[in-house]
T-cell receptor
């Protein structure tokens, strides 16, 4: 079982470029999340999805867009990358069931914006 | 605003020592999670607590709901326990959350190094 897979693992972008981060899970989870992790700060939620075709904003959504066209995939897009978006990005997923089901995390994508 | 504070921020100990990491939060919660982030970056869920105590191998997690405090203990620590340990809470009221269907608010993590 692969669990939660994030691609790419590393990327360097120039300011203004666009890119898409892919998250794929093979556990048939309904809920999926995108977080960013910055030095000296806790994980912060960017966007999330409670099911195929639905997305919602989290705590820090500005500058990002997401799509959930298939249940197993959750895409995070940067339309015009900015240095402030340099971060490590984590995807997570969980079953819908009880709200305190554990989240399963990917290994992260380290993104640098020059 | 819900604050999640962890202490210490950094901890270096010798192999075999008993380790305690603390987590305090400011609002009523329905659950608290302990997570482990390995040096390679991956994050795994260790425990979910809503009351009392849980044990898994050498790891023990306790929570005191009245005092809004949780501890993660590691017995007979080993260099492979070196990691960042993260506390996250789910408030009762979504207005205190970090957003999202879970409403989890994360602490900044405790960086643990166990020296052989």
């Amino acid at each position: 079982n692969a669990g939660v897979t994030q691609t790419p693992k590393f990327r360097v972008l120039k300011t203004g470029q666009s890119m898409t981060l892919l998250c794929a899970q093979d556990m048939n989870h309904e809920y999926m999340y995108w977080y960013r992790q910055d030095p000296g700060m806790g994980l912060r939620l960017i966007h999330y999805s409670v099911g195929e075709g639905t997305t919602a904003k989290g705590e820090v959504p500005d500058g990002y867009n997401v799509s959930r066209l298939k249940k197993q995939n959750f895409l995070l897009g940067l339309e015009s990358a900015a240095p402030s978006q340099t971060s490590v990005y984590f995807c997570a997923s969980r079953f819908r069931g009880r709200p305190d089901q554990p989240q399963h995390f990917g290994d992260g994508t380290r993104l640098s914006i020059l | 605003k819900n604050e999640v504070e962890q202490s210490p921020q950094n901890l270096t100990a010798q192999e075999g020592e008993f380790i305690t990491i603390n987590c305090s939060y400011s609002v009523g919660i329905s659950a608290l999670h302990w997570l482990q982030q390995h040096p390679g970056g991956g994050i795994v869920s260790l425990f979910m607590l809503s009351s009392g105590k849980k044990k898994h191998g050498r790891l023990i997690a306790t929570i005191n709901i009245q005092e809004k405090h949780s501890s993660l203990h590691i017995t007979a620590s080993h260099p492979r326990d070196s990691a960042v340990y993260i506390c996250a809470v789910r408030p009762f009221l979504i207005m205190y959350s970090g957003g999202g269907a879970d409403g989890l608010t994360f602490g900044k993590g405790t960086h643990l190094i166990i020296q052989p």
